[in-house]
């Protein structure tokens, strides 16, 4: 269905090509005649809200188990190193460090044979 505006050209007729004077549908915004697309704007308004709350609960989620996961980490290396100063390998290896050299030279030897054998 084609419609066909008429204008004149008048001076000081500001109607723009294809709109007729006083037509404010093609300039609103906020018309009411399509009630299908605003149902559905409406309802992905509603959807899109929903999903930035879930995203926003998960990414608190995640910064929390991270934070919680370097504290853990921090507490774990630290009697770690309590560990080994303790250590009676590490007394051995302060006392006898040509030994302990020898010892690793040693077993690297045997693991790079094993691994390049195979």
Known sequence: ???HATHSSTPGNATAPGNVAGDTRANSVSDNSHPVTDKLKDTLHTSVDKLAGS???AE???RKSAHDSAENW????VEAEQ?????????YAVENPLTTAGIAFAAGMLLTSIFRSK
Do not use: G, V
């Open 1 to 3: 269905m084609a419609t």
């Open 74 to 77: 921090e507490k774990r290396k």
């Open 55 to 57: 995203a926003a609960r």
């Open 60 to 62: 608190e989620n995640l």
């Open 83 to 91: 560990k080994w100063q303790t250590s009676s390998i590490r007394k």
